[in-house]
């Protein structure tokens, strides 16, 4: 609830402006658009799964995880199994493998990685931009695929998750995951081709027409972010928080909420993902 009605609920607005407007917007509305949109898919369906985890649970029933820290991905293949997991679970399973998986040459791998994403991204919707944001990242795990099968050797020195290079890899495959989001939420193929020239051509320009997010959900940023990258340290355990002295967990939980009750003033806004 902390993350659907403090943090998705709160930026939905600025993202419905960013993407929503018929005017010219700048380089900066596009960036921070993109990252809002970002946060707010992610707590909003993450926020959804978590809930209906929580209730399942009241009734004795175990359902999956379906989020595992996605943006902390190294690669699509890390991805791909941080992000959605039943969803990309069945496409695996039902589609990826019925289709030959990688029981073949590369070039069939690739293949059927490019299908399945494609069918994938056209499962969202009818519509463009779902099957460029499918294409997309069907390009992005065939390009991987490729580089891992071809270089010369796998690395064999074990790296600390701090390490320059680990660091680096997550924040580069982060970009790639944006532009991504950028496709998924675009309304139509015109606004992406504006918004991608804009990303090249108008940097510089940092005035930012939408609206600032609701104070709530700059608070609950703060505190996702701080969360999440301290479960990611304590090596991605779900129940890190457990080892917290009492204190610590006890302000924890008192923060969020507050922060949720702040975020009651916000207007509800649709799941996203029950559209789909």
């Given at each position: 609830m902390f993350k659907k009605v403090a943090i998705a609920d709160g930026v939905a607005p600025f993202v419905d402006q960013t993407f929503g407007s018929t005017g010219a917007v700048s380089w900066a509305d596009v960036v921070v658009g993109t990252i809002m949109f970002a946060i707010q898919i992610y707590c909003d369906f993450s926020g959804y799964s978590d809930i209906a985890r929580g209730v399942a649970?009241?009734?004795?029933?175990?359902l999956m995880i379906n989020f595992n820290q996605p943006y902390f991905?190294?690669?699509?293949?890390?991805?791909?199994?941080?992000?959605?997991?039943?969803?990309?679970?069945?496409?695996?399973?039902?589609?990826?493998?019925?289709?030959?998986?990688?029981?073949?040459s590369l070039a069939f791998t690739c293949r059927n990685l490019m299908l399945t994403m494609v069918l994938g991204g056209?499962?969202?919707?009818?519509?463009?931009?779902?099957?460029?944001?499918?294409?997309?990242?069907?390009?992005?795990?065939?390009?991987h695929r490729i580089w891992t099968a071809t270089r010369a050797s796998a690395e064999?020195?074990?790296?600390?998750?701090?390490?320059?290079?680990?660091?680096?890899?997550?924040?580069?495959?982060?970009?790639?995951?944006?532009?991504?989001?950028?496709?998924?939420?675009?309304?139509?193929?015109?606004?992406?081709?504006?918004f991608t020239t804009i990303l090249f051509t108008g940097f510089?320009?940092?005035?930012?027409?939408?609206?600032?997010?609701?104070l709530s959900a700059l608070f609950g940023i703060a505190l996702l972010v701080s969360?999440?990258?301290?479960?990611?340290?304590?090596?991605?355990?779900?129940?890190?928080?457990?080892?917290?002295?009492?204190?610590?967990?006890?302000?924890?939980?008192?923060a969020m909420l507050f922060i949720t009750f702040m975020?009651?003033?916000?207007?509800?806004?649709?799941?996203?993902?029950?559209?789909f």
């Open positions: 649970k009241l009734f004795g029933v175990d991905a190294k690669n699509p293949r890390d991805f791909w199994r941080r992000w959605h997991i039943s969803l990309s679970t069945w496409l695996s399973d039902y589609l990826y493998r019925s289709l030959g998986g990688n029981r073949g056209l499962w969202h919707g009818a519509a463009w931009n779902y099957v460029l944001w499918g294409f997309y990242h069907g390009s992005v795990l065939t390009i064999s020195v074990a790296r600390s998750i701090l390490h320059p290079i680990e660091l680096t890899k997550i924040g580069g495959f982060l970009l790639v995951t944006l532009y991504g989001w950028l496709l998924f939420r675009a309304h139509s193929f015109d606004q992406v081709v504006d510089g320009n940092f005035s930012i027409g939408a609206s600032l997010p609701r969360v999440e990258i301290t479960q990611y340290l304590r090596g991605g355990n779900a129940r890190f928080y457990q080892a917290l002295p009492r204190p610590v967990t006890g302000l924890l939980i008192a975020g009651t003033s916000n207007e509800p806004a649709q799941f996203i993902y029950f559209q």
